[in-house]
C-alpha cells in the first residue's frame, strides 16, 4: 500500500485554544450510559454495543485508566449549534413524560418505530454527542480519539432519523474546527449513507466527505451522480461488496483523494454494518476490511477521529471495534481470545433473530474474522474511475 506523509498541525487560534496538549496515546471515549440502555425489546439497537468493546478492551488489557475517558453529556446549548432549539427541548421533553404528542412525532420523528421513545432518549445520544464535541477540543494539538458511541450519521437539525436522535459526527466537526481544524475529510463505510452529514456540510469547500454504502439500501440517497455541491464523493456498491472490492476502493479512491484535499483532521465513522453477519445490510466485508481502512487513514492527518455507527449483531459489533481499538493502538489481535474476553463474547445474547439461536463458536473465541476476498466488479471499477475524474485525481 502506498505510504502518506501526514500534514503538520495548524495551531488553534487564541480565541480558540484548548486547555489540553497533544494527546500522548490514543484516547477512548465511553460511559456507563450505554450498558443496559435500549431502544426496547424488538428494536435493532436492543442488542450491547459500546458496553462490550469497553468490556472486551479491558479484558485483553487494552485499556489502561490513562487512556479512557467518560463521556461527558453535551448541553444543549452545544447541541443548538446545529440541532433546533425546539427540537433539542422536545428531546428533553420526551424523556422526562415518556411520551409525545402527535404534533411532536410528525414534527420531529420521536415516538415512531425507528426513533421510539425510550428511558434515556435524551441523555445517551447527548452523551455520545458530548464525547464526539469533547473530541474536538482534545485534538487541536493532535492526536487520536476514538468514540465508538458516536457515528450517528443520519440525524437532522429538527429531527431524528434512522435511529439516530442526535448527529454527533457534524458535531465532532464544528468542534475541530471551532479549535482550529480548517479542512476537515470525513469518510464513513457505514452500509448506510450519511445523509445527515452531508446535509450539514453541502457545498463546504473546506470538507470532504466520502462515503461507501450499500445502493438501493434506506435512506436511498448519496447516488452516484449526488456530489453534495462539490464536497461529497458516493459510491454506492452492490450486494455482496467484498474485501476485495473495497481494498481497491481504499487503494484507488479515498486515500488518493484524501490525501489530495490535505486535511487538517480525519473523521472516519466506522459503522459495523456492513459486515456479511449483519441483519439489516447486505454486504460481504470481513472485519479486516474495516481494520486495513482504519490503519490507511490514520497518518493522512494530525488529528484522527474514529467514531461508532451502524451495526446490529451484537458478536459482529463488539468485535470489529474492539478489533478498532487494536489497530490505532499497535496492539496484536491474538489467535484465540484470553478465557477472560470469551466470557464477555460468550455472555451476550441476540434476543428475537435467527442470528442468536446457534451463534458460531468464532464469534466467542477470535476477533478477526476470516477473510473474505472476491472480484472486482466492473460496475465498481467504472464507478471509482468516474469519482476520480470528478476530483481530478490522475
Given amino acids: 500500500m502506498t505510504q502518506f506523509t501526514a500534514a503538520p498541525t495548524r495551531p488553534a487560534t487564541a480565541d480558540t485554544a484548548s486547555p489540553f496538549g497533544p494527546l500522548e496515546a490514543?484516547?477512548?471515549?465511553?460511559?456507563?450510559?450505554?450498558?443496559?440502555?435500549?431502544?426496547?425489546?424488538?428494536?435493532?439497537?436492543?442488542?450491547?454495543?459500546?458496553?462490550?468493546?469497553?468490556?472486551?478492551?479491558?479484558?485483553?488489557?487494552?485499556?489502561?485508566?490513562?487512556?479512557?475517558?467518560?463521556?461527558?453529556?453535551?448541553?444543549?446549548?452545544?447541541?443548538?449549534r446545529w440541532h433546533s432549539a425546539k427540537y433539542v427541548a422536545a428531546l428533553q421533553a420526551a424523556e422526562r413524560v415518556q411520551a409525545v404528542s402527535e404534533e411532536v412525532k410528525a414534527r420531529h420523528h420521536i415516538g415512531t418505530i425507528s426513533n421510539p421513545v425510550f428511558p434515556e432518549i435524551y441523555r445517551r445520544p447527548a452523551t455520545a454527542a458530548g464525547g464526539s464535541i469533547l473530541a474536538g477540543e482534545r485534538l487541536a494539538q493532535g492526536g487520536v480519539i476514538y468514540n465508538p458511541a458516536g457515528g450517528t450519521h443520519h440525524g437532522m437539525p429538527d429531527r431524528a432519523n434512522g435511529f439516530c436522535y442526535l448527529n454527533d459526527p457534524v458535531l465532532a466537526m464544528l468542534s475541530l474546527r471551532h479549535h482550529g481544524a480548517e479542512r476537515i475529510a470525513y469518510v464513513d463505510i457505514d452500509a448506510h449513507h450519511a445523509d445527515g452529514v452531508e446535509h450539514g456540510f453541502a457545498g463546504d469547500p473546506d470538507v470532504l466527505m466520502i462515503s461507501t454504502h450499500e445502493e438501493n439500501?434506506?435512506?436511498?440517497?448519496?447516488?452516484?451522480?449526488?456530489?453534495?455541491?462539490?464536497?461529497?464523493?458516493?459510491?454506492?456498491?452492490?450486494?455482496?461488496?467484498?474485501?476485495?472490492?473495497?481494498?481497491?476502493?481504499?487503494?484507488?479512491?479515498?486515500?488518493?483523494?484524501?490525501?489530495?484535499?490535505?486535511?487538517?483532521?480525519?473523521?472516519?465513522?466506522?459503522?459495523?454494518?456492513?459486515?456479511?453477519?449483519?441483519?439489516?445490510?447486505?454486504?460481504?466485508?470481513?472485519?479486516?476490511?474495516?481494520?486495513?481502512?482504519?490503519?490507511?487513514?490514520?497518518?493522512?492527518?494530525?488529528?484522527?477521529?474514529?467514531?461508532?455507527?451502524?451495526?446490529?449483531?451484537?458478536?459482529?459489533v463488539g468485535r470489529l471495534w474492539t478489533g478498532v481499538w487494536a489497530v490505532l493502538n499497535g496492539h496484536e489481535i491474538p489467535d484465540r481470545l484470553p478465557p477472560t474476553a470469551e466470557q464477555v463474547l460468550r455472555g451476550l445474547e441476540f434476543k428475537g433473530h435467527r442470528l442468536g439461536r446457534n451463534p458460531p463458536e468464532h464469534w466467542f473465541t477470535t476477533l478477526r474474522d476470516d477473510p473474505r476476498p472476491g472480484p472486482v466488479r466492473e460496475q465498481i471499477r467504472e464507478a471509482v474511475t468516474l469519482l476520480r475524474r470528478r476530483r481530478g485525481l490522475r
Avoid at 51 to 77: C, E, N
Avoid at 237 to 245: A, K, L, Y
Fill in 217 to 316: 439500501l434506506w435512506p436511498k440517497t448519496g447516488k452516484l451522480a449526488d456530489d453534495a455541491g462539490g464536497s461529497a464523493l458516493n459510491l454506492p456498491v452492490p450486494r455482496g461488496f467484498n474485501d476485495s472490492e473495497m481494498a481497491y476502493v481504499l487503494e484507488e479512491l479515498i486515500l488518493p483523494a484524501v490525501v489530495n484535499f490535505a486535511p487538517d483532521a480525519v473523521v472516519l465513522q466506522c459503522g459495523a454494518d456492513a459486515v456479511t453477519e449483519d441483519p439489516l445490510a447486505h454486504l460481504d466485508l470481513s472485519n479486516n476490511a474495516h481494520w486495513s481502512v482504519v490503519a490507511a487513514l490514520r497518518p493522512l492527518a494530525p488529528r484522527y477521529l474514529v467514531l461508532g455507527g451502524g451495526g446490529y449483531n451484537p458478536w459482529s
Fill in 26 to 80: 490514543p484516547l477512548f471515549i465511553g460511559s456507563e450510559i450505554y450498558r443496559g440502555s435500549s431502544y426496547g425489546r424488538m428494536h435493532p439497537l436492543r442488542v450491547p454495543r459500546v458496553s462490550t468493546v469497553m468490556d472486551l478492551t479491558r479484558a485483553l488489557g487494552w485499556l489502561p485508566a490513562a487512556q479512557y475517558q467518560t463521556s461527558p453529556r453535551a448541553k444543549p446549548a452545544a447541541l443548538r
